[in-house]
């Protein structure tokens, strides 16, 4: 199930990590009381409209006696008419708030009569599990098993199950790790507590969607901004409290998936996809384009490629010191999953890199489907991005006839022009020593040094992972300070990736103070 949720400025970080540990605590000293307790939370958000309501029937039933026991009837019919206008914006808001709707999921619906091996799992699960009925499974472009249970009537009632099953998942894991891996989600639906926990889940996405819904309008007349003051105030106490609720589902569901598939099947497959997540994002899509530079069209396609590329990549994703890495991380207190650590020692499995699959869960449970949807995706794929493909293959194409151009000539023969594009040209084309060498030249021209000049310096220093890259932006924003806001976003990205988000804020607040400003 989506499981991040973002709460609001009404509670610093460090107070909602308290109250959110103060809650685990109570979880684990009665369960049952604090069930009860998560209940009552969750209907905080029903409190407001109830209220609402209750204020235009308080209206009608006002305006009917006035009109019922006094004689001057032309100033009631007035005055009831004025308290009519009055209710309907606070009507129509209500009803749009209660009725909010969540867009289903995206991505190929597949049926049983595609797909009767997979529906046929399907359905020992369900049956197992004492689950619900999936109404739709999707096959969509991610890396991960998902459940959503929407509602069908907003906060009135009524759901729909929806089970996602990410393409590149399916082309990695092993059967019984897919199945592991669905068998968790299934697991959320059921539970110890079933139908319970479920609306709890239901819950948490409608005051997601109903507070990212009011915040987005709360200009736009009085009720609106009540209701977003509302919202905001109780959000942080809402989430926490179906927080640690939704983390102790996780764990629930994982061991459900561990006694119907296997403890160490659910293990491997967390384990592949948390190793392998990485990989796809970082290395096999960055190669994948990267062909761009040399080709107007690809020499293979992504997803037919999956497949063999997890194979013979495997030594790239499959290290003990990738692996060491994801175990040093912590559980998110904003993410309701746990982290691979505590996944792992709660299902009793050690810590192992998963070996390479003979056969792919998208052969298995999907069959001669597998082929289809491979070229559907493809083809989608290609649609999309064919255009910035060769865009850029002819941008790049032209490029290396221009950097011929300017590289026959003697660096003292090129205008000042001609040396910022020859940079930025031996730049793009990874020659970075030799940019350098062309932006030192180019600084000691007439009219330096230049802010642009500086500007890719310190692109280029910090892409070599040097922090004096840092120092050049700071001079490029000293000598175009139409750069700063440009060169504040490079270094702050810069220093977040490599020493954390408060280096980041402490250099912002330093080197470029509006900006540190701007961003609170």
Not at 10 to 28: G, I, K, N, Q
Not at 253 to 266: C, E, F, S
Not at 309 to 321: D, H, I, K, Y
Not at 355 to 376: F, Q, S, V, Y
Request: hydrophobic share 45%; with cysteine; glycine share 6%.
């Amino acid at each position: 199930m989506p499981s991040s949720f973002v709460h609001t400025a009404a509670m610093f970080d460090t107070d909602y990590e308290d109250l959110v540990h103060r809650l685990e605590s109570d979880a684990r000293r009665n369960p049952g009381s604090f069930k009860l307790k998560v209940l009552l939370v969750s209907m905080s958000a029903y409190l407001l409209l109830g209220l609402s309501l209750l204020l235009i029937v308080a209206i009608g039933w006002f305006a009917v006696w006035m009109i019922e026991n006094q004689h001057m009837i032309i100033r009631m019919v007035e005055l009831l008419l004025l308290l009519v206008a009055a209710s309907i914006p606070v009507l129509f808001i209500t009803v749009r708030m209660a009725l909010i709707r969540l867009d289903a999921p995206k991505g190929i619906e597949i049926t049983r009569k595609e797909a009767p091996r997979l529906f046929k799992l399907l359905d020992k699960l369900r049956s197992k599990l004492k689950a619900p009925h999936i109404h739709r499974v999707v096959i969509d472009n991610s890396m991960s098993a998902t459940v959503f249970q929407l509602p069908r009537l907003g906060l009135f009632g009524g759901h729909s199950n929806h089970l996602v099953l990410g393409l590149p998942l399916l082309l990695a894991c092993t059967p019984k790790e897919m199945l592991a891996l669905i068998a968790h989600e299934y697991g959320l639906l059921a539970g110890k507590h079933g139908s319970a926990d479920a609306w709890v889940y239901r819950q948490r996405l409608m005051f997601n969607a109903l507070q990212e819904r009011v915040d987005g309008n709360r200009e736009d007349n009085f009720i609106n901004g009540l209701m977003a003051n509302w919202l905001n105030r109780i959000a942080p106490y809402f989430n926490a409290h179906t927080f640690v609720l939704a983390r102790q589902n996780e764990y629930e569901a994982d061991a459900a998936a561990a006694h119907l598939i296997g403890a160490q099947h659910l293990a491997n497959g967390l384990t592949r996809a948390a190793l392998m997540s990485p990989w796809l994002e970082d290395t096999f899509w960055p190669k994948l384009y990267a062909q761009a530079d040399d080709r107007a069209t690809p020499a293979f396609m992504p997803h037919a490629a999956m497949k063999k590329a997890f194979t013979m990549s495997r030594e790239q994703w499959a290290l003990q010191a990738r692996l060491d890495e994801l175990l040093l991380q912590n559980s998110d207190l904003h993410d309701t999953h746990p982290c691979l650590r505590d996944r792992l020692r709660a299902l009793g499995q050690p810590a192992r890199l998963p070996e390479a699959a003979p056969r792919t869960a998208a052969e298995d449970l999907l069959g001669e489907l597998c082929t289809r949807l491979i070229n559907k995706y493809d083809l989608k794929w290609w649609e999309d991005e064919r255009a910035n493909w060769q865009k850029h293959h002819h941008t790049r194409r032209t490029g290396k006839t221009r950097l011929a151009e300017l590289t026959q000539q003697p660096l003292d023969n090129l205008d000042v022009m001609a040396l910022h594009e020859l940079a930025q040209l031996e730049a793009e084309h990874g020659h970075s020593s030799r940019a350098k060498a062309v932006l030192a030249h180019l600084q000691q021209c007439a009219g330096g040094p230049f802010g642009k000049a500086s500007l890719l310096h310190g692109r280029i220093l910090l892409a070599e992972k040097n922090g004096n890259g840092l120092d050049k932006l700071q001079e490029a924003a000293y000598l175009m300070p139409e750069l700063s806001e440009q060169c504040a976003q490079l270094g702050f990205d810069y220093l977040a990736r490599t020493e954390g988000d408060l280096a980041a804020e402490s250099w912002l607040k330093r080197v470029f103070p509006r900006m540190a400003l701007a961003r609170q």
